[in-house]
Each structure stands twice: as structure tokens, then as C-alpha cells.
């Protein structure tokens, strides 16, 4: 399965499962953040993995500070970046296991 058709699968069922957590309606609507995020890394030439993932969680930086300073919604930076992190480590790995898996 192709990179961009788990991004649809995350960003279909990840809001759904957050928002059924506690406190996980707050970073619910990152989620669309995040899986464009990592659409546009995907497309920097040259790139290597870690400069994308860092480029994703810089996305995800700026648009939690601003949260913070404009709402009366507090998220958690550091737990929120963690997360998303392994959010990312997750798909990518999910991506490359299912890439060398042999089959139909």
C-alpha cells in the first residue's frame, strides 16, 4: 500500500479514535495538519528521512504555539511533538514492511 493511501487511512480513523480519548479532542484537529505535513516533506528532493520528519514536526511546532497563545485550549507541546513522532515512525514503517511483504 502506497504511502498516500495510509495518510488517507490516518486521517480518516486518527480523529475518530482521538476524539473518544480523553483530552484527545485538543489535538484532533492536527491531525490534517500533520498528514499534509508529511505530504510536503514527502516531495522535498533530496531530502533525508530525518530532515522530513523534522520538517513535519517544525509544521507541527508552530501550529501548537499558536494554538496555545489564541485559544483558550492548552496542548501540551512536548507530548504533542512525541507523539506525532511516533505517529510518524508508525506509518513509515507500516509503509516499509507492507513494501517488502511479497504477495498480490
Given amino acids: 500500500m502506497a504511502l498516500s493511501k495510509w495518510l488517507d487511512l490516518v486521517k480518516l480513523l486518527a ?3 482521538l476524539v473518544n480519548v480523553k483530552g484527545g479532542e485538543k489535538i484532533a484537529s492536527l491531525v490534517p495538519l500533520v498528514i499534509n505535513g508529511i505530504t510536503e516533506a514527502e516531495q522535498m528532493k533530496g531530502a533525508t528521512g530525518p530532515e522530513k520528519k523534522a520538517h513535519v ?3 507541527v511546532d508552530a501550529a501548537i504555539q499558536t494554538i496555545n497563545a489564541t485559544s483558550k485550549i492548552h496542548i501540551d507541546l512536548a507530548g504533542a511533538k512525541a507523539a506525532t513522532s511516533g ?3 508508525a506509518v513509515v514503517s507500516a509503509v516499509n514492511a ?3 511483504t511479497d504477495g498480490p
Avoid: F, M
Wanted: charged share 15%; proline share 8%.
Fill in 15 to 17: 480523529p475518530v479514535v
Fill in 57 to 59: 514536526l517544525n509544521i
Fill in 98 to 100: 507492507v513494501a517488502k
Fill in 87 to 89: 505517529g510518524i515512525d
